[in-house]
């Protein structure tokens, strides 16, 4: 039986075309300030979420029609993942996001409503990891939100203006997007990892005041495939968003358990110091790094010999079955050439919350990165995403400026 996977392209989005913002790349996102600038250019809402400033802004590369982006403004703060969060302000982030959703619901528009993020903050290597995938602003912690239409029927399409909206027989996927999207031979295995890893620190943290939080804490609900990890969830997405600890019983443990696995991962495997490249990527907050700095950031790491990567897995309780799904990309790039088949230095994930607005689940998704390439919170719903390297038409941008006034003016109020 063939399978199909649905494929969607889009042009670029700027909200304000006569002064457009660019958009950032992992390299770039290392000047905190001019960062925190470009993202003022499509800046739509600006509020507190505790004491530290958050901005909800309206993606140059949108995946869809409403597509808002919620992240913390300030220009001299590195905010790599949820865990640089106080647990109150990413709760009033997450509520802000429940009310955008709730907007978007109620457009009529859109079928599906998506929040995610994406994670890979040890990834650096010129002209490799930071040619893009899974992160592009790795410095700043950020949530995307968007609706979207429900899809054709297969063999059927939806175009609008220069939107392309499509299924497609697997036998076109390049041999990157079958790996990533079909079958691989660690979305299983890293999958049921996570999972485990993420009950564990559900449970040990507290789940007082969420409901999301103690069905997330049951080993029950999650599953794994190619994309990795999996809950389902009795539940619209409207509902899970709504949860009013969300962030800190759910979002925060959960994202803090996928990376310490994937830290000792690393280190099983190679002599990367974690901890060592996280001290040199705070020091951004001083402003730019230097040049050793970024050397060091950059630096090939050294695969361990065998033995001494299954003594560390054993040490840090991990399965010895890892060794031949992780070491031949993590060799190639440490030691060949073939970018195609090179693992992503220090790893990363994608967290996404999807369902449809007329039904009664939700789909909770870790999605671990392995390799280099193309990744995130849309290909963790098996969805390709591509670009239109030029903006949609002038009435199309008109429009999608207006709805994204009304979300702002529906947030604040």
């Given amino acids: 039986m063939t399978t199909y996977v649905y494929r969607t392209r889009c042009p670029l989005t700027p909200l304000r075309p006569q002064f457009p913002g660019a958009r950032i790349t992992p390299a770039g996102s290392l000047d905190l300030e001019g960062t925190t600038d470009l993202m003022r250019k499509e800046l739509i809402l600006e509020f507190l979420s505790g004491s530290h400033k958050t901005g909800i802004v309206s993606p140059i590369a949108s995946y869809g029609a409403l597509h808002a982006m919620f992240v913390n403004l300030e220009p001299h703060r590195y905010v790599p ?8 302000e990413g709760n009033e982030m997450f509520r802000a996001i429940h009310r955008a959703a709730g907007f978007m619901s109620a457009r009529g528009a859109a079928d599906r409503i998506s929040a995610g993020f994406n994670w890979s903050e040890l990834s650096w290597g010129a002209g490799l990891e930071e040619q893009g995938g899974f992160c592009s602003l790795p410095s700043k912690f950020h949530v995307h939100l968007w609706a979207s239409s429900a899809p054709p029927e297969i063999g059927k399409c939806h175009v609008y203006n220069d939107s392309k909206s499509e299924w497609v027989p697997e036998t076109e996927l390049t041999p990157e997007q079958h790996r990533l999207l079909i079958e691989n031979d660690y979305g299983v295995p890293l ?10 620190e559900i449970v040990n943290s507290s789940m007082a005041g969420s409901d999301v939080a103690r069905r997330l804490a049951d080993p029950g ?105 992780l070491l031949p990309p ?11 088949r090179m693992w992503r230095r220090g790893f990363g994930f994608a967290l996404v919350i999807t369902g449809a607005l007329d039904g009664n689940a939700t789909e909770f998704r870790l999605m671990p990165g392995v390799y280099l390439g193309s990744g995130g919170v849309v290909e963790a719903q098996q969805i390709i995403l591509s670009r239109v390297p030029m903006p949609a038409p002038a009435a199309e941008l008109q429009r999608r400026a207006r709805l994204m006034a009304a979300l702002a003016d529906c947030v604040a109020a």
């Fill in 81 to 88: 993942d949820a865990g640089y969060l106080h647990p109150q």
């Fill in 191 to 200: 999958g049921r990892l996570l999972a485990e890893r993420a009950c564990d």
């Fill in 221 to 325: 609900v999650w599953s794994s495939d190619a994309r990795g990890a999996m809950a389902a969830l009795p539940c619209p997405p409207l509902a899970v968003l709504a949860d009013p600890l969300l962030f800190s019983r759910v979002i925060q443990p959960v994202s803090r358990a996928a990376i310490r696995l994937l830290d000792s991962l690393t280190e099983s495997f190679t002599d990367m110091n974690c901890r060592a490249m996280r001290q040199v990527l705070k020091k951004t907050e001083r402003g730019p790094l230097s040049s050793a700095d970024l050397a060091a950031l950059r630096a090939v790491p050294r695969v361990r010999g065998e033995d001494q990567i299954a003594a560390e897995l054993t040490a840090r309780e991990l399965p010895l079955s890892l060794i031949p799904v």
């Fill in 330 to 340: 993590i060799r190639e790039r440490c030691e060949g050439t073939d970018t195609r």
